[in-house]
């Protein structure tokens, strides 16, 4: 009989819950196995172990040889000669260990039959420490002072106000404070809490107490720079340099630096790497300064004493900078004495100058006024003759007055305004006469003014704000007035006026994470307003004429950081720029198949006030990377990238006061310039001697150029005489710096190359056919010498040797006659240049013993200005005479000129 089972296939549905209860099951036993199995060989490995004060080498030895285990670990992080002492009886591998590391900071691990060993330190907590450092004497901040750990590697700077800050492990920690100029000091802080601790340096002295004090920082070391191309120079410093008629200038010491250089004596503004004078963002506490020079150049805008120092950017430009191609130069003003009324001052050959600083309430509020007044149209007068009649004069005031709120908040207020006049004037028959019937005046006057509020606000032991509101207005006109006759009626007046006003905010934050790394971030924002032309006053035959005003925003955000790795330092930033040409205004629109002239416009477009025109925008990469080779030798490399939306029209090599600034718009593109950069900075062991080498190549795009006779006077249709360009520039500059002993100076050397090319669509317009050609400002070689010698206790002599290759010009060549009229022609653009200038000043300093009773210091400084009398070209110029071509150079200062200075302190 046969059985049959019948066996159901259908699957029994198991819960969710059953399968969880499996699976932890499963895991419990077999962690369970693990375990037994560590256990089981543990205890395979017993040791048995009683030394005192044995070396860890020798135990971690003895453990090695009862068991299979072998010990890994860094010499560097694990020091094994240290004394142990250790008591185990049959004891496993993990309980040894335990018991032998109990209460160090030896940490281990297994990895099979390895013991991996490491030595973590119980992290300490970190505390910051922050204030401000100041002049111990006059309660000045101090820019730029050095606050450094020592024994370590690691300090801070401080800012533009004085702010640093210094995050270190709890412990105690001596630092060293330290200024160019100042004499060092060393204190010892006991660091557990975050704290604010403000530091005084007292100025180098001979004797201070009776003891001798030095600055260890009275170098110009690129070294510790992490940014390429960049000059600092105090106030002390262009004091020491002879000057044009024995006076301090601004503008003349940025001239004696590697890479800068001008179109010639008398000429406004200065030339960066291939780059024109309105490439430069010049600064007066943030105010941009539209023009740098009084009286075409003789002398810088703002008066010497009044500044605390200045840095030049052309390099490596921070993120924080913007709205130029070429350089920045940040001059900032003093904030004025907190303790004592002081006040300094000269009296001139052609200006005198006095400032005057004080509290208002002793270490609360304080001001700070300084002023200078020339004297030419005084002595014109009296000199008679041609010059009777000649007005030639500037004066400038600047004033700033700083408000300590409290230990975290501080005002401050600071303004400038500065004028030229300069007008010549024919008054007598005989002077009518030789003037072909054109008697009459011709009068220039230009006006710079600015205003600066800015608080400084204290967040934190690691946060640090400056909050800026800054207005800056820049005006000139030009007035000719004809008394016999001519283009302009007998008796009326031509009155020609322009200028150019911005408003900015700035709110700025510096974030100071650590010794190793700080971040600064903010925005931009800024409203231009350029007023082209507008004439008035002119009689009853002449309709006054405005042209339409133009107006333009900047809004840039931008983020920097500045990060040290051991030997490795970056700074790395970002900037966006963003601009917009606004209304109201009127754009012509010309036919794109001819050059654009007043013939070919098609249409006049009108946009509402408000209404925008035209934008762009872009990206601003900024980086420099520096490598420490050791402490006195650094290599550094760098990039940026600027934008330029507003552009300076002139025809002219040098600035005039009837130049036209106009913004980026419809027919004018943003000017893009990129640069690379990179460098080898060395010091010598005792820092006596610094010196420093560096490269550049950097391309334009969307030059301005203009055609060849280009007409900017007046013009409503501007954009009809310009044609766009790219460029190129590149060089070598190599600085050389003695920084102690009775000789001390700086000799520097640069060889540079500048070319550009017009890129009209329209072949026929270019200029050389297309090809490149020199810019106005390429000066192949240029040499600057400086020296300063003490001679005696109460004697100093002054030294300064330059030497520059000729700029570029163009010039007649021939002559041709049509229609019985002769006309010259000219040579391919810039195809020559003018002679080469060199040129030596040298000026004596003697300061008399001062009398202890009182406060008054007085010194006397004379010399003379271009000592050989080079009669260096400022400008070249050729004409016709019978079928001879003749070629004459203009000088500004063809002979010697002596000067003396009477300077004081009180």
Same mark, same amino acid.
């Given at each position: 009989?046969?059985?049959?089972?019948?066996?159901?296939?259908?699957?029994?549905?198991?819960?969710?819950?059953?399968?969880?209860?499996?699976?932890?099951?499963?895991?419990?036993?077999?962690?369970?196995?693990?375990?037994?199995?560590?256990?089981?060989?543990?205890?395979?490995?017993?040791?048995?172990?009683?030394?005192?004060?044995?070396?860890?080498?020798?135990?971690?030895?003895?453990?090695?040889?009862?068991?299979?285990?072998?010990?890994?670990?860094?010499?560097?992080?694990?020091?094994?000669?240290?004394?142990?002492?250790?008591?185990?009886?049959?004891?496993?591998?993990?309980?040894?260990?335990?018991?032998?590391?109990?209460?160090?900071?030896?940490?281990?691990?297994?990895?099979?039959?390895?013991?991996?060993?490491?030595?973590?330190?119980?992290?300490?907590?970190?505390?910051?420490?922050?204030?401000?450092?100041?002049?111990?004497?006059?309660?000045?901040?101090?820019?730029?002072?050095?606050?450094?750990?020592?024994?370590?590697?690691?300090?801070?700077?401080?800012?533009?106000?004085?702010?640093?800050?210094?995050?270190?492990?709890?412990?105690?920690?001596?630092?060293?404070?330290?200024?160019?100029?100042?004499?060092?000091?060393?204190?010892?802080?006991?660091?557990?809490?975050?704290?604010?601790?403000?530091?005084?340096?007292?100025?180098?002295?001979?004797?201070?107490?009776?003891?001798?004090?030095?600055?260890?920082?009275?170098?110009?070391?690129?070294?510790?720079?992490?940014?390429?191309?960049?000059?600092?120079?105090?106030?002390?410093?262009?004091?020491?340099?002879?000057?044009?008629?024995?006076?301090?200038?601004?503008?003349?010491?940025?001239?004696?630096?590697?890479?800068?250089?001008?179109?010639?004596?008398?000429?406004?503004?200065?030339?960066?790497?291939?780059?024109?004078?309105?490439?430069?963002?010049?600064?007066?506490?943030?105010?941009?300064?539209?023009?740098?020079?009084?009286?075409?150049?003789?002398?810088?805008?703002?008066?010497?004493?009044?500044?605390?120092?200045?840095?030049?950017?052309?390099?490596?430009?921070?993120?924080?900078?913007?709205?130029?191609?070429?350089?920045?130069?940040?001059?900032?003003?003093?904030?004025?004495?907190?303790?004592?009324?002081?006040?300094?001052?000269?009296?001139?050959?052609?200006?005198?100058?006095?400032?005057?600083?004080?509290?208002?309430?002793?270490?609360?509020?304080?001001?700070?006024?300084?002023?200078?007044?020339?004297?030419?149209?005084?002595?014109?007068?009296?000199?008679?003759?041609?010059?009777?009649?000649?007005?030639?004069?500037?004066?400038?005031?600047?004033?700033?007055?700083?408000?300590?709120?409290?230990?975290?908040?501080?005002?401050?207020?600071?303004?400038?305004?500065?004028?030229?006049?300069?007008?010549?004037?024919?008054?007598?028959?005989?002077?009518?006469?030789?003037?072909?019937?054109?008697?009459?005046?011709?009068?220039?006057?230009?006006?710079?003014?600015?205003?600066?509020?800015?608080?400084?606000?204290?967040?934190?032991?690691?946060?640090?704000?400056?909050?800026?509101?800054?207005?800056?207005?820049?005006?000139?006109?030009?007035?000719?007035?004809?008394?016999?006759?001519?283009?302009?009626?007998?008796?009326?007046?031509?009155?020609?006026?322009?200028?150019?006003?911005?408003?900015?905010?700035?709110?700025?934050?510096?974030?100071?994470?650590?010794?190793?790394?700080?971040?600064?971030?903010?925005?931009?924002?800024?409203?231009?307003?350029?007023?082209?032309?507008?004439?008035?006053?002119?009689?009853?035959?002449?309709?006054?004429?405005?042209?339409?005003?133009?107006?333009?925003?900047?809004?840039?955000?931008?983020?920097?950081?500045?990060?040290?790795?051991?030997?490795?330092?970056?700074?790395?930033?970002?900037?966006?720029?963003?601009?917009?040409?606004?209304?109201?205004?009127?754009?012509?629109?010309?036919?794109?198949?001819?050059?654009?002239?007043?013939?070919?416009?098609?249409?006049?477009?009108?946009?509402?006030?408000?209404?925008?025109?035209?934008?762009?925008?872009?990206?601003?990469?900024?980086?420099?990377?520096?490598?420490?080779?050791?402490?006195?030798?650094?290599?550094?490399?760098? &990039?940026?990238? $600027? =934008?330029?939306?507003? #552009? %300076?029209?002139?025809? !002219? +090599?040098?600035?005039?006061?009837?130049?036209? *600034?106009?913004?980026?718009?419809?027919?004018?593109?943003?000017?893009?310039?990129?640069?690379?950069?990179?460098?080898?900075?060395?010091?010598?062991?005792?820092?006596?001697?610094?010196?420093?080498?560096?490269?550049?190549?950097?391309?334009?795009?969307?030059?301005?150029?203009?055609?060849?006779?280009?007409?900017?006077?007046?013009?409503?249709?501007?954009?009809?005489?310009?044609?766009?360009?790219?460029?190129?520039?590149?060089?070598?500059?190599?600085?050389?710096?003695?920084?102690?002993?009775?000789?001390?100076?700086?000799?520097?050397?640069?060889?540079?190359?500048?070319?550009?090319?017009?890129?009209?669509?329209?072949?026929?317009?270019?200029?050389?056919?297309?090809?490149? &050609?020199?810019? $106005? =400002?390429?000066?192949? #070689? %240029?040499?600057?010498? !400086? +020296?300063?010698?003490?001679?005696?206790?109460? *004697?100093?002599?002054?030294?300064?040797?330059?030497?520059?290759?000729?700029?570029?010009?163009?010039?007649?060549?021939?002559?041709?006659?049509?229609?019985?009229?002769?006309?010259?022609?000219?040579?391919?653009?810039?195809?020559?240049?003018?002679?080469?200038?060199?040129?030596?000043?040298?000026?004596?300093?003697?300061?008399?013993?001062?009398?202890?009773?009182?406060?008054?210091?007085?010194?006397?400084?004379?010399?003379?200005?271009?000592?050989?009398?080079?009669?260096?070209?400022?400008?070249?110029?050729?004409?016709?005479?019978?079928?001879?071509?003749?070629?004459?150079?203009?000088?500004?200062?063809?002979?010697?000129?002596?000067?003396?200075?009477?300077?004081?302190?009180?």
């Amino acid at each position: 009989m046969k059985i049959k089972t019948a066996v159901s296939l259908k699957r029994k549905r198991v819960s969710k819950r059953t399968i969880f209860l499996m699976k932890l099951s499963l895991t419990i036993y077999l962690v369970g196995c693990f375990q037994l199995m560590a256990v089981s060989s543990f205890s395979q490995n017993k040791i048995s172990l009683k030394l005192e004060d044995a070396s860890l080498q020798s135990i971690l030895n003895q453990i090695e040889n009862q068991t299979d285990y072998s010990f890994v670990y860094n010499n560097d992080e694990v020091n094994v000669e240290q004394k142990f002492s250790i008591n185990v009886l049959e004891k496993d591998i993990a309980s040894t260990m335990n018991t032998l590391f109990q209460n160090t900071d030896i940490k281990y691990r297994f990895r099979k039959n390895l013991v991996v060993l490491s030595n973590q330190k119980t992290q300490k907590e970190t505390y910051t420490i922050s204030g401000i450092i100041t002049d111990a004497e006059t309660g000045e901040t101090l820019l730029g002072a050095n606050v450094v750990v020592v024994d370590k590697s690691i300090g801070a700077t401080t800012n533009e106000y004085g702010f640093y800050s210094l995050t270190l492990p709890e412990g105690t920690h001596t630092l060293q404070i330290s200024y160019l100029g100042y004499a060092s000091l060393e204190e010892t802080i006991g660091l557990n809490a975050n704290i604010k601790k403000n530091f005084e340096l007292q100025p180098s002295s001979d004797t201070l107490d009776e003891v001798i004090v030095t600055s260890e920082n009275k170098n110009k070391s690129q070294v510790r720079k992490v940014l390429t191309g960049v000059n600092n120079l105090s106030a002390a410093e262009i004091k020491k340099l002879p000057a044009f008629f024995g006076e301090p200038d601004i503008t003349r010491a940025i001239l004696t630096q590697p890479g800068v250089s001008s179109v010639g004596e008398g000429t406004a503004g200065f030339n960066i790497r291939g780059g024109n004078i309105d490439q430069n963002l010049v600064l007066l506490d943030e105010a941009p300064m539209y023009i740098s020079s009084h009286l075409w150049g003789l002398f810088s805008v703002v008066n010497a004493d009044a500044i605390k120092g200045m840095t030049l950017y052309k390099g490596g430009i921070p993120a924080r900078y913007g709205g130029r191609a070429s350089s920045v130069l940040d001059i900032r003003q003093k904030e004025g004495n907190t303790k004592a009324f002081k006040g300094e001052g000269g009296l001139g050959t052609l200006f005198s100058r006095i400032t005057l600083e004080g509290p208002i309430v002793k270490e609360k509020l304080n001001f700070l006024m300084s002023g200078r007044r020339s004297y030419f149209d005084i002595f014109f007068p009296l000199i008679g003759g041609e010059l009777e009649n000649t007005k030639l004069s500037f004066y400038d005031l600047n004033t700033k007055l700083t408000w300590n709120i409290n230990d975290n908040n501080k005002l401050y207020v600071s303004g400038y305004f500065g004028a030229d006049v300069m007008k010549l004037e024919e008054s007598t028959e005989e002077e009518a006469e030789n003037s072909d019937g054109a008697s009459g005046s011709i009068d220039f006057r230009w006006k710079s003014s600015t205003a600066t509020v800015r608080w400084n606000h204290i967040f934190n032991h690691k946060l640090f704000m400056n909050l800026s509101g800054i207005y800056s207005n820049y005006t000139y006109k030009f007035i000719s007035k004809n008394d016999n006759g001519g283009i302009i009626p007998s008796g009326q007046t031509f009155e020609w006026g322009s200028g150019v006003q911005n408003w900015i905010v700035k709110p700025d934050f510096t974030y100071y994470a650590n010794p190793n790394t700080t971040m600064r971030f903010g925005v931009n924002g800024t409203l231009y307003q350029f007023n082209p032309a507008e004439l008035s006053n002119v009689g009853d035959n002449f309709t006054p004429e405005d042209l339409d005003k133009d107006k333009g925003l900047e809004i840039a955000p931008y983020y920097e950081i500045e990060k040290t790795w051991d030997k490795f330092t970056m700074n790395l930033g970002l900037r966006y720029s963003w601009f917009g040409n606004i209304g109201p205004n009127s754009v012509a629109t010309y036919h794109p198949d001819f050059p654009s002239t007043v013939n070919t416009i098609t249409d006049i477009k009108t946009y509402k006030k408000g209404e925008l025109i035209k934008r762009y925008s872009g990206f601003e990469p900024r980086v420099s990377l520096k490598y420490d080779i050791n402490d006195r030798k650094a290599l550094k490399l760098g &990039y940026n990238r $600027n =934008y330029q939306y507003i #552009h %300076l029209m002139s025809n !002219t +090599a040098a600035a005039l006061p009837f130049d036209i *600034w106009k913004p980026s718009g419809v027919h004018i593109k943003p000017l893009e310039v990129n640069q690379i950069s990179g460098g080898y900075a060395y010091d010598t062991e005792d820092t006596t001697y610094n010196f420093s080498v560096e490269g550049y190549y950097k391309t334009f795009t969307n030059f301005v150029e203009y055609k060849e006779g280009a007409d900017l006077f007046i013009n409503e249709n501007l954009e009809t005489q310009l044609l766009p360009a790219d460029g190129y520039a590149y060089g070598l500059e190599l600085a050389a710096y003695k920084n102690k002993g009775r000789l001390t100076g700086n000799f520097n050397y640069t060889y540079s190359v500048s070319k550009r090319k017009t890129t009209s669509k329209f072949k026929e317009e270019n200029i050389n056919n297309g090809a490149y &050609y020199p810019s $106005n =400002y390429d000066r192949p #070689h %240029l040499l600057n010498l !400086t +020296a300063n010698y003490d001679l005696k206790e109460k *004697w100093n002599v002054g030294l300064f040797f330059t030497y520059q290759t000729g700029r570029p010009t163009t010039v007649p060549t021939g002559r041709l006659s049509f229609d019985g009229n002769p006309y010259l022609t000219y040579s391919n653009r810039n195809a020559y240049r003018i002679p080469d200038t060199h040129r030596l000043d040298i000026s004596f300093t003697y300061t008399p013993e001062g009398n202890p009773d009182t406060r008054w210091q007085s010194s006397w400084n004379f010399g003379l200005y271009n000592v050989y009398g080079s009669p260096n070209a400022f400008s070249v110029f050729s004409t016709f005479h019978g079928d001879q071509l003749k070629t004459f150079q203009f000088s500004v200062f063809g002979a010697p000129i002596p000067f003396i200075t009477y300077n004081f302190k009180f």
